[in-house]
T-cell receptor, first 114, second 117 residues
Framework: DQQVKQNSPSLSVQEGRISILNCDYTNSMFDYFLWYKKYPAEGPTFLISISSIKDKNEDGRFTVFLNKSAKHLSLHIVPSQPGDSAVYFCAASDVKTSYDKVIFGPGTSLSVIP | DTGVSQDPRHKITKRGQNVTFRCDPISEHNRLYWYRQTLGQGPEFLTYFQNEAQLEKSRLLSDRFSAERPKGSFSTLEIQRTEQGDSAMYLC???????????????FGPGTRLTVL
């Protein structure tokens, strides 16, 4: 049973436009959410995170929105750049278990077209 | 460079052989994680160390898998009697625990890609 879902395997966006990547989760115990970016032949790199006490977190061009009632989060990239082309993983954890066991979604491959 | 390193980057083996992977975390990090990633999936948690203590093992980690972190520094993941289903990317990550119930960023290595023929 997949606890973190990313229903869009791929997404194409024109350079300069907004990229919106979506993520849904099923476990109501999750209280910390992360986005990782992965380039080919590299490990995932941390991008941005949000605690369940917030509904928005912004870092430069990246903003994550959390809707706890819908168990949904999204990553907005504005403006999108060709270097943003990568696989984006949504991830979640239950901090109350006292360590950072992170459950990852299957990923969305973003292509930013110049 | 003080990032997480993994060795080897690629390993091709025949079914039934044993393989061992090594992970060197960022030097001051006390937590170390192993994940497995198959095509089209995100990384799946395998096991976790706090210093040298292995604190949790996933159900994905069958008896053929064993992980160690002997001095709380580098870690090894061994797979005995490999099967074709073990073919995957094996990722290591490390983090610095700042306290109980803390949320520490995990830094990933480049992974070891295992192919079992």
């Amino acid at each position: 049973d997949q606890q973190v879902k990313q229903n869009s395997p791929s997404l194409s966006v024109q350079e300069g436009r907004i990229s919106i990547l979506n993520c849904d989760y099923t476990n109501s115990m999750f209280d910390y959410f992360l986005w990782y970016k992965k380039y080919p032949a590299e490990g995932p790199t941390f991008l941005i995170s949000i605690s369940s006490i917030k509904d928005k977190n912004e870092d430069g061009r990246f903003t994550v929105f959390l809707n706890k009632s819908a168990k949904h989060l999204s990553l907005h990239i504005v403006p999108s750049q060709p270097g943003d082309s990568a696989v984006y993983f949504c991830a979640a954890s239950d901090v109350k278990t006292s360590y950072d066991k992170v459950i990852f979604g299957p990923g969305t491959s973003l292509s930013v077209i110049p | 460079d003080t990032g997480v390193s993994q060795d080897p980057r690629h390993k091709i083996t025949k079914r039934g052989q044993n393989v061992t992977f090594r992970c060197d975390p960022i030097s001051e990090h006390n937590r170390l994680y192993w994940y497995r990633q198959t095509l089209g999936q995100g990384p799946e948690f395998l096991t976790y160390f706090q210093n040298e203590a292995q604190l949790e093992k996933s159900r994905l980690l069958s008896d053929r898998f064993s992980a160690e972190r002997p001095k709380g520094s580098f870690s090894t993941l061994e797979i005995q009697r490999t099967e074709q289903g073990d073919s995957a990317m094996y990722l290591c990550a490390s983090s610095l625990a700042r306290g109980f119930l803390s949320t520490d960023t995990q830094y990933f290595g480049p992974g070891t890609r295992l192919t079992v023929l």
